[in-house]
């Protein structure tokens, strides 16, 4: 499986980026797919998972409201749109498979399946 992200950057609080995910080596539309997103001493925190069909969606409470989440079945690619951003946002941010996807589990890192790509760098200067 490989996974690989891209559309990382430097911004300006309040300033937008969209984030990329392509994946290939499993079926994608029969994977629940998201993001998660480490910073430097901090625990990992999945930010947003999406199911199958693109039916079922979760957020973290940090991030909802301002990120989007989207997947395309037919190019087996993920999106984060991210809006309004804050210097809290900074991180490593990866897309990963996910073992489920509802408002409970969006809460847990055993959510984080077994997959994920190198991650792209956010950082928002304040």
């Known amino acids: 499986v490989q996974v690989a992200e891209s559309g990382g950057g430097f911004v300006q609080t309040g300033e937008s980026l969209s984030l990329s995910c392509s994946v290939s080596?499993?079926?994608?539309?029969?994977?629940?797919m998201g993001w998660f997103r480490q910073a430097p001493g901090k625990e990992l925190e999945p930010v947003s998972c999406?199911?199958?069909?693109?039916?079922?969606?979760n957020y973290a409470d940090s991030v909802k409201g301002r990120f989007t989440i989207a997947r395309d079945n037919a190019k087996n690619t993920l999106s984060l749109q991210m809006n309004s951003l804050k210097p809290e946002d900074t991180a490593m941010y990866h897309c990963?498979?996910?073992?489920?996807?509802?408002?409970?589990?969006?809460?847990?890192?055993?959510?984080?399946?077994?997959?994920w790509g190198q991650g792209t760098q956010v950082t928002v200067s304040s």
């Open positions: 999406i199911d199958w069909y693109g039916r079922g969606i």
């Open positions: 080596g499993l079926i994608f539309e029969d994977t629940i």
């Open positions: 990963a498979v996910f073992r489920s996807c509802g408002p409970e589990a969006i809460k847990r890192l055993s959510t984080i399946g077994s997959y």
